[in-house]
Structures are given as C-alpha cells and as structure tokens.
C-alpha cells in the first residue's frame, strides 16, 4: 500500500511499505479521508513522533475491510470513524473510564502507525460505526469536533451562558457552534485574523476582531483555543466576575501572565479550568455518539469548516500550506483509495 512514513523530524516520504497486520481484536481499515490536525505541523517538521518511522495522521475514517476475529465480521464494509487512542486499561483514568487521561496510552499517529495511508490497523473497540449517510471528509472531523464538544461540556453550557471563543481555528469554530446547540443565550468567536471573518459567519456565527473591539468583562463562560499567553490574558479579560475559563489551545512555548492580570483570576474569583482531549467508551455514550448523533441531524455544520480538500498525492501541499500559512484555511482535508 501507499503512505506517508515519517522516517525523522522534516522528513515525511510517499513510499509503498506493507500492509498493516490485522491480529484478533482488529481491523484493517480502509482509509477514504484523512484531516490534517494542526498538531501534525509540530509532530512532522519540528518535534518527530514517538519513534521512527511512523506513519502521522489521527483523524481519519474509512471502510472495515478485513477483521481479525471471526466474531468481528459484522464490521466488515462497515463505514467506520476511529478514536485514536488506545488505552491501556491498567491505570486509575482507565479504571474510571476515562480514558482520555489515561497514564501510558498508546495513540494512532503519533506512537503508532496511523491515517495518512491507504490503509490502517485499528483496535475495533475504538472503531465508531457510522450510518453511509454521513460523507467520510465530514466522519474525518468526529475527533476534533469531539475534542470540541469535551471543553463545551466542561464549561457547563447553560441556555443562559454568554459565551466567548478566543480564536479561530477549527476546533473553536466547532466549539462555537456546540456552545449555540446547547442553547447559550450568546456565542462569540473571538479573532484578530478579517480573513476568518466569512468562514465564522458562514458557520452562522458571530465574529468579533479584537483588534478593533474591546471584549472585557463581555462572557461568563470564555473557552481559550490559541495557547499564547497573550490569548490566555485576553480570556481572563473577557470573563465577567465569577465566569468560567476553559482553557483548551495547546502551547508552544511557556506561558507568562502579567501581574495585573493574574489579580483578576482572583478579584474576579474566576473559575479556571483544563480540558483534553473527548471522552470515548467503545459503544457507550460519550463525546463520540453526541458528535456521530450531530453530524446526521445537521446540528453542526462541518462542510464550510473544509478550507482544503486535496487527492491523497497532494498531502504535503497541505501540509505546506499549514506550516508556511501560505493562505488562510481551517480543515485541511485529503481523500484516500479514490
Ligand atoms: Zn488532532
Ligand atoms: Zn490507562
């Protein structure tokens, strides 16, 4: 089959490498789209994966082309998302349940081969069943959307709640439109960047440049989705005394507040919390069947979230045009096995 092998740091290769085994308890998917995470950037050109070589790529769907236990045969053609993590079931996260926060996890992507190929092995229990309905480039966003909706849940969404996103990229527009199908009585985008001004309200939206408006003391409930210090300082800016941050962008670098500003977590006496991740329980409830559940019923809108959509040959132009910001996007998505 055709991959992406990253055989070190900036150095991805198209090349043709086995196919992946399909031991019990697994399947061989065959991927159909596959997204570029913004955290692939690091993960390819700066950072590396966990070991060498390794095949990138963690928000993907496809068809179940083969099982490795008789007893999984139901799943064969089956359109299937994945949850890309593998828990390993012996810490304390794992014995609650949630696995997001498991201590010694494994991940698809990132500590093992994952969806920039044709195809992938996946656990099955980590497998989401879909309905055909629903288009692959649309099931490749259940993970972020899912990651989305796991900081909406952890803000406490009420039809009350005024709520504020500081920035734009993909997952804050999910966010976002989470925040609206939970009932908030206000949901913002918050951005310094005219050009997402259209894709925001394309998503039907509201959009606030923070360059020309001030945003102090406007929400009870400010979800963080940049990691800078300089956002995380607009955040707690933007929240009300007693409001609830959520910080969600993951950082590039240490993060410094300023004195005044710390004083307003406690002046304020706000409420500043983490969130990671989206909760997943094989068929169970959780973040995964709410996302599945919207994305039938319309309750998110993915479609104009694509900024990108390239032939599986053509991945590193995504990959260049998100490194090098060579033009504005939000999803950049690839379609695989055409
Ligand atoms: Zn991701
Ligand atoms: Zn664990």
């Known amino acids: 089959m055709k991959a992406y092998v990253l055989h070190g740091i900036n150095d991805l290769r198209y090349e043709e490498v086995q196919q992946p085994d399909c ?34 790529g963690h928000e993907f769907a496809g068809i179940v082309e083969r099982v490795g236990a008789s007893e999984d045969e139901h799943l064969i053609h089956k359109h299937v998302g994945v949850f890309p ?38 656990p099955t229990w980590n497998l989401v069943v879909l309905d055909n309905t629903i288009p692959f480039t649309h099931a490749a966003m259940l993970e972020p959307l899912s990651v989305a909706l796991h900081a909406m849940k952890m803000a406490g969404v009420t039809d009350k709640s005024k709520v504020g996103i500081v920035g734009t990229g993909m997952i804050g527009i999910c966010a976002a439109q989470w925040a609206k199908s939970m009932g908030a009585r206000q949901v913002v985008v918050i951005g310094r960047n005219e050009q997402k001004r259209g894709l925001v309200e394309n998503c039907g939206l509201d959009y606030l440049n923070s ?121 950049v998505m690839t379609v695989w096995n055409n």
């Open 211 to 331: 360059d020309n408006n001030d945003s102090t003391g406007m929400f009870d409930i400010v979800l963080e989705a940049v990691g800078t210090s300089q956002t995380i300082q607009q955040a707690i800016t933007a929240s009300v005394p007693s409001g609830k941050i959520v910080l969600m962008g993951n950082p590039a670098s240490d993060i410094l507040l300023k004195q005044d500003v710390y004083w307003r977590i406690l002046r304020k006496q706000l409420c500043v919390s983490g969130t990671w991740n989206s909760s997943y329980d094989g068929t169970y409830l959780s973040d995964w069947t709410d996302a599945v559940e919207a994305l039938k019923n319309g309750m998110v809108t993915v479609d104009p979230l694509i900024s990108h959509l390239f032939l599986q040959q053509q991945l590193p132009d995504g990959l260049d045009i998100m490194l090098k910001h060579r033009e504005p996007y939000c999803k």
């Open 23 to 56: 031991p019990e308890g697994w399947a061989l998917v065959k991927v159909k789209a596959a997204g570029i995470c913004s955290s692939d950037i690091p993960r390819i050109f700066v950072k590396g994966t966990y070991h060498f070589p390794t095949i990138p």
């Open 85 to 122: 993590l593998i828990p390993c079931r012996e810490c304390q996260q794992c014995h609650d349940r949630h696995y997001e926060m498991c201590e010694h996890y494994d991940y698809l992507g990132s500590r093992r081969d994952g969806g920039f190929a044709e195809y992938v092995a996946v």
